[in-house]
């Protein structure tokens, strides 16, 4: 992240699964879908909807999280406290202060309506798409925990 936001030291969620090595995302069956609530406050209508998670990085990594043409809607991302939402995030080289290894922002997904999106997380010089349950599951996957907004 370009100017890294106020972080905690944390490993990742047992529910979590670990992406070419350096982000951890709830994108395993184990993990539930994440829930939505509407009310967002910003100036995009599209984006009624927020899903709320911590991004959870390897310290001292470099890797972008890049969202594609969804084929279902408007989707945006942003971790940190003054977060925007944006189609792109670059995380590079967050200083491990506390020696755990990893960091855990606060954030999470803009979006139009429920969906099992697709991210790009790109490292390394590979990518991988990874699906993520927002108010609905994803196949395999539970459902969100406890009431989402639609």
Same mark, same amino acid.
């Given at each position: ?13 047992d529910d979590?699964?670990?992406v ?5 995302l ?5 993990a539930?879908?994440?829930g ?10 599209s984006?009624?909807l ?5 991004? =959870?990085?390897?310290?001292e ?11 279902? !809607?408007h989707?945006?991302? !942003? ?10 995030v670059? =995380? ?16 999470g997904?803009w ?5 099992c ?6 490292a !390394? !010089? ?21 009431p989402?907004?639609?």
């Amino acid at each position: 992240m370009s100017s890294p936001p106020r972080c905690f030291s944390a490993p990742p969620p047992d529910d979590f699964q670990i992406v070419l090595g350096v982000v951890a995302l709830p994108t395993s069956p184990k993990a539930a879908a994440l829930g939505t609530s509407a009310g967002t406050r910003e100036p995009d209508p599209s984006l009624r909807l927020f899903a709320k998670t911590g991004l =959870v990085i390897r310290a001292e990594s470099r890797f972008e999280l890049i969202v594609p043409e969804q084929p279902t !809607g408007h989707l945006a991302i !942003g971790w940190g406290p003054l977060s925007t939402p944006s189609r792109r995030v670059i =995380v590079a080289n967050c200083p491990d202060g506390r020696h755990t290894g990893w960091l855990a922002y606060p954030g999470g997904y803009w979006l139009s309506a429920p969906a099992c999106i697709s991210l790009i997380v790109r490292a !390394g !010089g590979k990518d991988q798409v990874v699906h993520i349950g927002l108010g609905t599951p994803c196949p395999g996957q539970q459902p969100p925990q406890g009431p989402s907004d639609r």
